[in-house]
Nanobody, 123 residues
């Protein structure tokens, strides 16, 4: 069983910074991608940033303000968020594509989600 656990959300004033962290645990063989999505009230979940071994992708709305980093050795990913705006207020979810081995010894690759962490930016 693979789990993703997020930390680092909270309340911050506009212009401030927050750092989100995500740690994957379980019978992990490899992590193919890790990313962050967010969902604001009444809106669809959207990609914020994603990192693989080959590339890093950002939503246009966060380019230049957010930085994603991954550490495969520690099975972690972080999202440094600077110059936060009220429009960044949302629940942020960690997502990862992970290859793992089941208890039956079968290798499988699946997408996993964390439980979400609230980020609130006040004006």
């Amino acid at each position: 069983q693979v789990q993703l656990v997020e930390s680092g959300g909270g309340l911050v004033q506009a212009g401030g910074s927050l750092r989100l962290s995500c740690e994957a645990s379980g019978r992990i063989l490899s992590i193919n991608a890790m990313g962050w999505y967010r969902q604001a009230p009444g809106k669809q979940r959207e990609l914020v940033a994603r990192v693989t071994s080959d590339e890093t992708t950002y939503a246009d709305t966060v380019k230049g303000r957010f930085t994603i980093s991954g550490d495969n050795a520690k099975n972690t990913a972080s999202l440094q968020m600077n110059s936060l705006e009220p429009e960044d207020t949302a629940v942020y979810f960690c997502n990862a594509e992970i290859s793992s081995r089941t208890t039956a010894g079968i290798r499988m690759t699946m997408g996993y989600w964390g439980q979400g962490t609230q980020v609130t930016v006040s004006s």
